[in-house]
């Protein structure tokens, strides 16, 4: 399964960007999470929504300001990133496996499909 991020971009703290993962078959059947990487820091979850009845899962940082979303009949999922903050900068990574969450979204070792990337810069 290829995973492509798009939506990446430049924006001013309180501004919104919707990221896109498009995969290359039927996501049906798997979690799809997000996750980000500043420089110098570990890659960490930001939410994952669940292929068995669509429950999302958000870090802490992000609950109330992101919302994850997935069109299994596009094979596309989304990442709505609304009051956007210089701490949210990153380079924002959707991953996939054939994996149900529990209580919280699995850490990076658990997927195997990964997308290459997008690059979200928020800054004055």
């Known amino acids: 399964l290829k995973l492509v991020e798009s939506g990446g971009g430049l924006v001013q703290p309180g501004g919104s960007l919707r990221l896109s993962c498009a995969a290359s078959?039927?996501?049906?059947?798997?979690?799809i999470a997000w996750f980000r990487q500043a420089p110098g820091k570990e890659r960490e979850a930001v939410s994952c929504?669940?292929?068995?009845?669509?429950?999302?899962y958000y870090g802490d940082s992000v609950k109330g300001r992101f919302t994850i979303s997935r069109d299994d009949a596009k094979s596309t999922a989304y990442l709505q990133m609304n009051s956007l903050q210089p701490e949210d900068t990153g380079v924002y990574f959707c991953?996939?496996?054939?994996?149900?969450?529990?209580?919280?979204?699995?850490?990076?070792?658990?997927?195997?499909?990964w997308g290459q990337g997008t690059q979200v810069t928020v800054s004055s």
């Open positions: 929504i669940s292929y068995t009845d669509g429950s999302t």
């Open positions: 078959g039927t996501i049906g059947y798997v979690t």
């Open positions: 991953a996939a496996d054939v994996l149900v969450p529990l209580n919280t979204c699995p850490g990076p070792k658990n997927y195997e499909h």
